[in-house]
């Protein structure tokens, strides 16, 4: 018997939350969004997941007003998935999990991300609140810098915990190579970035290189 696709019979507000963001793979993707990252290819390269449900899921966050999708700018055409004001009230509930995870299903080395005030460099904990200063951080005011669980592995969409589905296969796609063991948001997430800026530098004009598909 395969699962119902929804919580129907529910009512608690909890499961109302849980049809936004209750599927397999939309809370790293939120996560990934919160980090900065924006556009299709992005998502595909860091998380490993495959391409339809990528899509899926990024339609459905659109579809319940947590990301926008709006042009990138200087570019007037490529799409860039932006967090709204809806996406960005569920930064405590993305926060809160990973604390949860390090806390129970920690992983070797300690944490693989910090989170630190932009503006003095002190580490936020799980409340919100700067070590340092004490003030509560908003996620636009936070760095996510590497942690010392973050080794030679990288993190990477190989993330012990988050493979695909078995049986599923990821899309080589359009702009990911599959021969470069890291790709540019790992890259990127390497150094300290601050939460909602974007992760990486809008493309140029040119056209995204892709396979070759038969005829020219
Ligand atoms: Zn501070």
Redesign the pocket.
């Known amino acids: 018997m395969t699962l119902p696709r929804d919580y129907r019979g529910q009512t608690c507000a909890l499961s109302r939350a849980m049809e936004v963001v209750g599927e397999r793979w939309t809370l790293l993707i939120l996560r990934d969004a919160f980090y900065g990252v924006r556009r299709f290819g992005e998502f595909a390269a860091h998380l490993a997941v495959p391409r339809a449900v990528l899509a899926d899921r990024l339609a459905g966050l659109v579809a319940a007003g947590v990301l926008d999708r709006r042009p990138e700018p200087g570019t007037g055409r490529r799409e860039a998935y932006v967090l709204t004001e809806k996406g960005l009230g569920l930064w405590p509930a993305v926060r809160a999990l990973t604390d949860w995870g390090e806390q129970h299903a920690p992983a070797p080395g300690g944490p693989r991300r910090l989170f630190l005030?932009?503006?003095?460099?002190?580490r936020?904990g799980p409340d919100g609140h700067?070590?340092?200063?004490?003030?509560p951080?908003p996620p636009g005011d936070l760095l996510v810098a590497p942690g010392p669980g973050l080794g030679a592995d990288a993190e990477g969409g190989a993330d012990p915990g988050t493979e695909a589905d078995p049986g599923t296969v990821v899309d080589p796609g359009t702009d990911v190579d599959p021969g470069t063991d890291v790709d540019p948001v790992t890259a990127a997430l390497a150094r300290p970035h601050r939460l909602l800026t974007p992760l990486l530098a809008p493309l140029p004009a040119a056209p995204v290189r892709r396979p070759s598909k038969g005829t020219p």
């Open positions: 005030h932009h503006a003095d460099g002190a936020v700067c070590s340092g200063c004490g003030t951080v």
